[in-house]
């Protein structure tokens, strides 16, 4: 069949709409038809050349939509189901699939680094040559062939525009909270760059009863968002030493967690120093493979400071994302705040110039 889909061919280029020929799904697999999908900046990443994926690809790794026909021995889904994307495949067997990390699972990284499905091949073409998945899941696609392990079937009372949220900020964000660094009620939680996924940090600290929450960004746009998810503090880092500024709102100790939500070496250095003693930095934000990062060894030892950083929340997503819709339905997860803006899908590129402004807390292209 054919398919409406935003197709990336080169890094620097703009996102291309092509109409793509999508095959059957095999078996194990779903078909698709996407309602939304969500604008994250680890797409962008990829646009501008800033991480590297096979090209060309269908990108988008955030969406919400209809199961449209199943492949065969699908069981957990049929069609006319809603479902969230899952954006890291598992193989539901493995130590990280079974010891709760199914996002560290061998398979999700496999697909992620050929562009294919679990059997090696892609259901995507344009003009008969090959078309890559992103993630296994590229939800710029009006329909997309995934991987059954990677659907996940939602309620059908729950709107896709916002339910596609949950696929990839929300779970990221709030999942770093609650399973990576497991803040303490009554804990200091810093927050450095608060677009889609950071807001969604702040959220899941003030869930996590932090008492003090500071937000970091360049932008009194994003800050004001902050304090709309539940930032206590706020910081503009454009106007001088966001370490300093924390030390200060501290009264010297410093936090204890600090989260880097942005994906620069420079702001994950200033969330380490950032920490009190036996504090813990996760880094959210993706770099280029090559990027590094480093920090003065005595304050690990002396001050047993951590280090460390979370690949989509470490969350068990099956069990995680209904507990996330019962927090929205219980008026304790902020979702429609969240959807700032909504794009008719040809309008990607512009949906993707409003995120490099800054203009948006998190927005999504509809079908
Ligand atoms: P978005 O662009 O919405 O937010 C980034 C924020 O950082 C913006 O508000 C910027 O203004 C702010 N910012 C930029 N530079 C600075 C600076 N020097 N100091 C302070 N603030 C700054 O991006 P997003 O929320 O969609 O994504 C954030 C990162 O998270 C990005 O690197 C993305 O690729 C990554 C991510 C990680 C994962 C994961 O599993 N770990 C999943 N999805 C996205
Ligand atoms: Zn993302």
């Known amino acids: 069949m054919k398919s409406t889909a935003a197709v990336l061919f080169e890094a620097g280029r703009k996102l291309e709409l092509h109409d793509v020929d999508v095959a059957a799904p095999k078996a194990g697999e779903v078909l698709v038809r996407m309602a939304a999908g969500g604008v994250c900046h680890s797409d962008l990443h990829v646009m501008t050349g800033h991480l590297t994926a096979p090209l060309p690809a269908i990108l988008g790794h955030e969406g919400a939509g209809v199961v449209a026909e199943v492949g065969a021995g699908v069981t957990s889904v049929r069609a006319g189901d809603h479902v969230i994307p899952l954006w890291r495949v598992s193989c539901g067997e493995c130590e990280h699939c079974t010891g709760g990390r199914p996002a560290l699972c061998a398979a999700g990284l496999e697909v992620r680094r050929t562009g294919r499905l679990l059997d090696g091949t892609s259901r995507f073409t344009l003009g008969g040559k090959e078309i890559k998945h992103f993630n296994g899941v590229s939800t710029f696609s009006a329909y997309s062939v995934i991987p059954e392990r990677s659907v996940l079937k939602i309620p059908d009372d729950l709107p896709l525009d916002r339910a596609a949220l949950l696929g990839c900020a929300v779970i990221t964000g709030v999942g770093a909270v609650f399973n990576c660094a497991k803040v303490r009620p009554g804990s200091s939680v810093l927050v450095i760059g608060t677009g889609g996924v950071g807001l969604n940090v702040v959220q899941g600290a003030a869930l996590a009863g932090a008492e003090r929450i500071i937000a970091v960004d360049l932008l009194d746009r994003k ?63 993706v770099s280029p493979f090559t990027a590094e990062v480093s920090v003065p060894v005595m304050s690990l030892v002396f001050e047993e400071r951590v280090l460390t950083g979370s690949i989509y929340g470490s969350a068990r997503p099956r069990h995680d994302i209904p507990m996330l819709i019962d927090l929205y339905r219980a008026k304790k997860l902020k979702l429609d705040e969240l959807l700032t803006r909504s794009y008719p899908f040809e309008e990607i590129n512009e949906a993707y110039a409003a995120l490099e402004r800054g203009e948006v807390a998190r927005s999504v292209v509809t079908f």
């Open 223 to 285: 800050l004001d968002f902050a304090r709309q998810f539940g930032a206590t503090h706020t910081v503009n880092a454009s106007s001088g030493d966001p370490v300093a500024a924390v030390r200060d709102l501290t009264g010297g100790r410093g936090v204890d967690y600090a989260f880097e939500v942005i994906g620069l070496p420079k702001t994950m250095r200033q969330a380490y120093d950032c920490l009190a003693k036996r504090g813990m930095a996760v880094v959210v934000g």
